[in-house]
T-cell receptor
């Protein structure tokens, strides 16, 4: 079955530290990839997406992600986190096979200490 | 409206009761999705509508769950004979064909 793995369930960082959140998926075909963020008390919002082209994609608020096809990975990075980045982050995959549903990972809860 | 809206925001019901959850998608979006998010988990796909028809209902857990979208806009997720295991946040999303889904705030369902 298709699945998405996020290895870090809880991450605690100090402000200005660098962030990398892992995301791996199991699907052999073409995929669309997403990172969503959920700030406390708010709904899911899109951070960035990859459909095709340059595997390094840049999103909002200084986030970026790199698609490595050979590793089935789409890791999220930010060079210097801020207290306001405290949120839960979800990786999602849309297998580009005619179905439009997203398959989500279990999420990573990030806490940034001021 | 500007975004996807869902009502109610919270619903508390008793085991065995029937509930309806409503989703208003972004105006003009033809695709609508329902997901369920249990505590500590990511959203789990339930059903996808393209227009009025359910194009993929493979995620509905059993026949107690049903969803409709009679006019191709508002959708209602219906759960019969609720069970405690149905407690979760039910998310709705809509899409205008760009493969990007826009999510609503969710309905938190608690079954006592």
């Amino acid at each position: 079955a298709q699945s998405v793995s996020q290895h870090n369930h809880h991450v605690i960082l100090s402000e200005a530290a660098s962030l990398e959140l892992g995301c791996n998926y199991s699907y052999g075909g073409t995929v669309n990839l997403f990172w969503y963020v959920q700030y406390p008390g708010q709904h899911l919002q899109l951070l960035l997406k990859y459909f095709s082209g340059d595997p390094l994609v840049k999103g909002i608020k200084g986030f970026e992600a790199e698609f490595i096809k050979s590793k089935f990975s789409f890791n999220l990075r930010k060079p210097s986190v801020q207290w306001s980045d405290t949120a839960e982050y979800f990786c999602a995959v849309n297998p580009n096979s005619g179905t439009y549903k997203y398959i989500f990972g279990t999420g990573t809860r990030l806490k940034v200490l001021a | 409206g500007a975004g996807v809206s869902q009502t109610p925001s919270n619903k508390v019901t008793e085991k065995g009761k029937y509930v309806e959850l409503r989703c208003d998608p972004i105006s003009g979006h033809t695709a609508l999705y329902w997901y369920r998010q249990s505590l500590g988990q990511g959203p789990e796909f339930l059903i996808y509508f393209q227009g009025t028809g359910a194009a993929d209902d493979s995620g509905l857990p059993n026949d107690r769950f049903f969803a409709v979208r009679p006019e191709g806009s508002v959708s209602t997720l219906k759960i019969q004979r609720t069970e405690r295991g149905d407690s979760a946040v039910y998310l709705c999303a809509s899409s205008g064909g760009s493969d990007e889904q826009f999510f609503g705030p969710g309905t938190r369902l608690t079954v006592l």
